[in-house]
């Protein structure tokens, strides 16, 4: 079982609808959650961190944890062609910055 | 507020050599981190320094190694170099044990 999973998709969405990305990890003791994107040919950019369960909106993005179930989401509403990417999950179990990435969910917003 | 620099760009190394990679943080970022992306493996993390002492390690080779220098600046240096080591190698700062960003990455082909 790998650390961190994600479907890798791809999640076909029409533009305007929301996307819904899911993210399960192994390590009860994971302690802080961010979701990434990845367009093609770049590097990961930070577009959320989440660090106690419940909900965290931040524009059309919503991140929600649940350490119980050990799961962590990403919604997002509204969705734009340009948010066609791969979305990886990173989980943080250690003291300092020590990521464990999921293998990444490809989006593809159609208009 | 300047990003993550990440120096070069692109590197063509052939097999047996050995290669430096560097990486300027965001000022005021004491922590580096540097990952290793290839397409079958995902994002790996390869080790995070700390003012200046690694504070985290991955599970790569010995020829994998870092330092980093009392400006937080952090150089990577990989010897012996082997065809599997071809990947995008990403460098992340992180101002405490937060959020992580990464620069533009160094893109190495080993030939």
């Known amino acids: 079982q790998k650390e961190v999973e994600q479907n890798s998709g791809p999640l076909s969405v029409p533009e305007g609808a929301i996307a819904s990305l899911n993210c399960t990890y192994s390590d009860r003791g994971s302690q802080s959650f961010f979701w990434y994107r990845q367009y093609s040919g770049k590097s990961p950019e930070l577009i959320m961190s989440?660090?106690?369960?419940g909900d965290k909106e931040d524009g059309r993005f919503t991140a929600q944890l649940n350490k119980a179930s050990q799961y962590v989401s990403l919604l997002i509403r509204d969705s734009q062609p340009s948010d066609s990417a791969t979305y990886l999950c990173a989980v943080n179990k250690a003291a300092g910055n020590k990521l464990t990435f999921g293998g990444g969910t490809r989006v593809l917003v159609k208009p | 507020k300047a990003g993550v620099t990440q120096t070069p760009r692109y590197l063509i190394k052939t097999r047996g050599q050995q290669v430096t990679l560097s990486c300027s943080p965001i000022?005021?970022?004491?922590?580096v981190s540097w990952y290793q992306q290839t397409p079958g493996q995902g994002l790996q993390f390869l080790f995070e320094y700390f003012s200046e002492t690694q504070r985290n390690k991955g599970n790569f080779p010995g020829r994998f190694s870092g330092r980093q220098f009392s400006n937080s600046r952090s150089e990577m240096n990989v010897s012996t170099l082997e065809l599997g080591d071809s990947a995008l190698y990403l460098c992340?700062?992180?101002?405490?044990?937060?959020?992580?960003?990464f620069g533009q990455g160094t893109r190495l082909t080993v030939v």
């Open positions: 992340a700062s992180s101002w405490g044990d937060s959020e992580a960003f």
């Open positions: 000022s005021g970022h004491r922590s």
């Open positions: 989440i660090y106690s369960n």
